[in-house]
Structures are given as structure tokens and as C-alpha cells.
């Protein structure tokens, strides 16, 4: 007979993989609310659905431990950054000229927001004139930070919900992922 791990195990198994209750619910068809009940300990669960959990917990955090890259084997060293006071017309240029579809707004070493192609072409389209606006006008939350030793299956798992990250070490901002950075990856050695 298997012996399975407390129900706080699982909790604190869960937190270090960085997986939230509601999307472990969804990758499991098991209501979040069950879950969220399963690990504060108000309900006694079945069996099957602690192994259920445990084992998917068990399986992903083995594949991570897998995970040969990190953040520092495959960001982009060179973060091309734009202020807010600067004006969309600029961060498209920037975009076009380093053929990019996001921008961080970073200033004074802080994380302040970020810009996408997206946004700024569903304005455009609507209002031309914006163009000359400032992209503090249309900004979006910013990017995710992380440290430079994440591995590569959990930095998938935030580009999944971001169109980037960037990488710190220490205090420094030192380099951006994106999705064609994790593209590139199966060419890198």
C-alpha cells in the first residue's frame, strides 16, 4: 500500500511549483473550491483524488528538476526598454527596428508597466492620432520579474499568461525572455 503525503505536503508541494489552486483544478477537472478544502483540511478526500493530485504534483515537480536550462541560458542579454513619457510612435519604431512585438517600461531601475504590438494596433486602429501620444496613455501591468535561475518549464508556464519576463539578478534587470526565446531552444546546445 502507497503512503501518501500529509495534506499540508501537498499544499507546500503545490506553492513551490507555483501552481494555483484554480489552475491545478482545471489541469485535474477537480473544482478549485475541492481543492482549496482538501488542503486547509475541512474536508476528508477520497483516496483516488489525493493520489490523483499528489501524483500530478509528484510528476511536474520531477519534470523541473529535469529541466537542464534556466533563464540565464536563454534570455535575450540586451533588454530594449522604453519610458512612459516617450510616445507610442517611439516604442513602434523600436519595435519595427529590433523586430520585437513588446516593450517593458522600465525607468529608474523600476518595473513600471509594458506595451504590445496588440494594444497599440487595436488603438491605431480605432484612433490614428494616438500615435503621438505617450504609451503611459495605453500601458499594460509589467512583465513578470524572476530570477535568473528559473528553470525553463516554469518560465513556459508564465508565458503562457504574459507576452514576456524579465530576468534579475540582485536588483539589476539583466535580460527579457519571450516566447520565441523559449522557441529557439530546442536549436540551442
Excluded: C
Amino acid at each position: 500500500m502507497e503512503i501518501l503525503p500529509s495534506l499540508s505536503d501537498v499544499k507546500r508541494l503545490r506553492k513551490k511549483l507555483n501552481i494555483s489552486q484554480k489552475d491545478l483544478g482545471e489541469i485535474l477537472n477537480i473544482p478549485q473550491s475541492t481543492i482549496s478544502r482538501i488542503e486547509n483540511g475541512t474536508i476528508d478526500p477520497p483516496y483516488s483524488k489525493l493520489k490523483k493530485i499528489f501524483e500530478y504534483l509528484e510528476n511536474e515537480r520531477k519534470i523541473r528538476e529535469k529541466s537542464k536550462k534556466h533563464a540565464e541560458d536563454i534570455m535575450v542579454h540586451d533588454i530594449i526598454s522604453i519610458e512612459s513619457s516617450s510616445t507610442i510612435r517611439k516604442a513602434v519604431d523600436l519595435m519595427n527596428k529590433h523586430e520585437i512585438s513588446q516593450l517593458p517600461i522600465i525607468e529608474n531601475n523600476q518595473n513600471l508597466g509594458s506595451i504590445t504590438s496588440k494594444k497599440i494596433q487595436k488603438y491605431i486602429t480605432d484612433n490614428p492620432q494616438i500615435i503621438n501620444m505617450d504609451v503611459s496613455l495605453i500601458k499594460e501591468l509589467p512583465f513578470p520579474e524572476i530570477d535568473k535561475n528559473w528553470n525553463v518549464k516554469d518560465i513556459s508556464d508564465l508565458l503562457l499568461k504574459y507576452p514576456a519576463v524579465l530576468v534579475k539578478e540582485n536588483n539589476d534587470y539583466i535580460g527579457i525572455v519571450t516566447d520565441s526565446d523559449l522557441l529557439r531552444l530546442p536549436n540551442k546546445k
